[in-house]
């Protein structure tokens, strides 16, 4: 409850200060309009936020599935063989030295200008993230436990799925948690650069018209989705716990 109260006085304090910052420079509402303008064109256009703002919540929830899938699948078997680890690991550690905004334009040429490169920017984006917490949580395991398990006769795999595995679900819940929030920028960095759908085709339709007051009505739906996301993982990740 207190973080609620805590978070609506943010919010709060954030329009006092937008609008006071209006009256201050007494900008034109083309470059600064004011709180309530922004609601009132986010009112006015809500059909066609709410129809963009779909487009982009499936590009963001398909991203979030399949680069925790492969993010898990990774690490689990970095975690099962040391050689592998020496191998793939440099490489996924030199794949984030590229910018991976730089990657949506060929990504744009490559898939089209449909769904695809933008789930395939977005899996970039949070797919390291994912496999890096989850492995950390894996090779983490108390020594004592893994020596137990050895001395009980253990195979590998029953090491891994009834020890491993649990223990570094947590990490697991830390890493999904920074990839609800990377994921909606992959998503809209991809619709900026070639999309005919979306909330980031849709801001830049908007400032292009000279419409500031939608432009800040799409965005701020997309924080607003990215933060209920952020919640909605950070109450799943908080089940993560090793019995």
């Known amino acids: 409850m207190s973080q609620l109260r805590y978070g609506l006085g943010a919010i709060v304090f ?3 200060l937008w609008q006071g910052m209006v009256w201050i420079t007494g900008a034109p509402h083309f470059i600064l309009p004011s709180p309530w303008r922004v609601a009132q064109a986010g009112w006015e256009n809500r059909v066609l936020i709410g129809e963009h703002a779909l487009v982009t ?3 963001v929830m398909l991203g979030l599935v399949l680069a925790t899938l492969l993010g898990v699948a990774t690490a689990i078997q970095l975690a099962s063989s040391q050689r592998l680890h ?3 690991m440099p490489l996924l550690v030199f794949t984030q030295a590229v910018p991976v905004f730089a990657l949506a334009p060929i990504l744009t040429l490559w898939f089209g200008y449909g769904m695809s ?3 395939i920017m977005a899996v970039l984006i949070i797919y390291f993230p994912v496999t890096s917490a989850f492995y950390d949580g894996l ?3 108390p020594r004592d436990i893994a020596d137990l398990a050895q001395t009980m006769n253990g195979t ?3 090491i891994m799925r009834r020890i491993r595995i ?3 679900l947590p990490s697991l819940g830390t890493g999904l948690k ?3 929030v990377y994921a909606p920028v992959g998503a809209v960095i991809g619709e900026w650069v070639g999309a005919s759908k979306g909330l980031g085709y849709l801001m830049l339709l908007a400032n292009g018209r000279a419409k500031t007051d939608l432009m800040f009505a799409s965005l701020i739906t997309l924080a607003v989705m990215t933060i209920a996301l952020y919640f909605v993982v950070n109450k799943a990740a908080a089940r993560l716990r090793w019995e």
Request: net charge positive.
């Open 14 to 16: 954030a329009l006092m």
């Open 57 to 59: 919540a499936t590009e």
């Open 86 to 88: 020496r191998l793939v």
């Open 117 to 119: 490169s933008k789930v």
């Open 139 to 141: 090779v983490r395991v």
């Open 156 to 158: 590998q795999w029953q």
């Open 166 to 168: 649990p223990h570094a």
């Open 178 to 180: 920074l990839a609800a």
